[in-house]
């Protein structure tokens, strides 16, 4: 039986208990190869670690690794490389995952998150030791940005040209920026916002169900416990070991899922796609999520996240010359 790691970024992070946490000072979070356009406007490139999205950046005079991940509420920073910064008021919390509850992370505030001149303030970051995810990955992992850092931009996921595209808004979600991409949006797909979670309703096969969408998640996922109608579309080909956020181990089957849509518009073809359980991620979100889309749908879609007004942007793909 293969064994591979999908962990952290699949489980759509999130807090269940509020905690007071102590100030940290911090001056700010660099992306070395970060374009800035403007003032309100920055474009990322990225790299693929597996089917991870990881950008390069400098924080406390750290040079590493950060994962985009939509599903992860908070940022997160990596006990193993800021041993300094544990002392803190406050207790530890726990976050959810698909495989189970996640003990011993604790939250502190940041004063200020700095990318480059687009600024935000008192900024809580959790601090959860991550150093399983590096050895698996082999990568010098500094943590994870999330919802609290891209709710307050629009959110250009671009797997195509591997950069992201970061686009300062106003609390109505009208960009500052007017003149942002050069490419056509040419569809578009209202969500629910569930705490941090974008929740979209579509259709398998006909049959009504919940997707959460999760830029962290290596494969789509589907219940197991969903209807049964819904489970002729998906195919099993092979079973793998699937390795969450502590470090344990479950069986999965990995197969490919058909019949997805969004809307009259908005439908994929076959993806690969992960047949488990996803009841702790469902009680912590107080949501019952039938499905959860990645990367294996951000590969075809060339995704636009709007979380103030809700709704989501897809770009044409270029069309290739022969």
Known sequence: MTRFFIGVFTILMCSTTQIKAKAIPIDKIIFSK??????????IPFKLVDHLIVVE?????????????????TLILNKVHF????????????????????????QRTL???????????????????????????KINLLGIIGYNILKGYEVFIDLYLKQITLTKIDKKGRKLDSRVYLEKINDSLD??????????????????????L???????????????????????EKKLDMMGMGNKKIEVLVGKLRRVKLSETVYVGPMNTILTNLRKMNEAYGIALDGVLGYEFLKYKRTIINYKKKKLYFVENPIPRH
């Open 57 to 73: 950046a400098e924080l406390y005079d750290k040079k590493g690794n950060f994962i985009i991940d939509t599903g992860s509420e």
């Open 34 to 43: 970060a374009e800035i356009l403007n003032e309100y406007t920055a474009r």
């Open 111 to 137: 004063n200020q998150f700095l990318l480059q001149n687009l600024s935000f303030s008192k900024i809580n970051s959790d601090i959860i030791d991550l150093s399983h995810i590096e050895k698996s990955k």
């Open 83 to 106: 041993p300094a910064h544990q002392r803190f008021n406050g207790g530890s919390q726990k976050k959810a995952g698909v495989t189970e509850i996640i003990d011993n992370s604790v």
């Open 214 to 236: 999760d830029s962290g998640a290596e494969f789509n996922q589907i219940n197991k416990s969903v209807n049964r109608k819904v489970l002729k579309y998906f195919t099993p």
């Open 191 to 212: 969500f629910k916002l569930v705490k941090h979670t974008i929740v979209l309703n579509g259709f398998i096969g006909g049959q009504k169900v919940k997707f959460g």
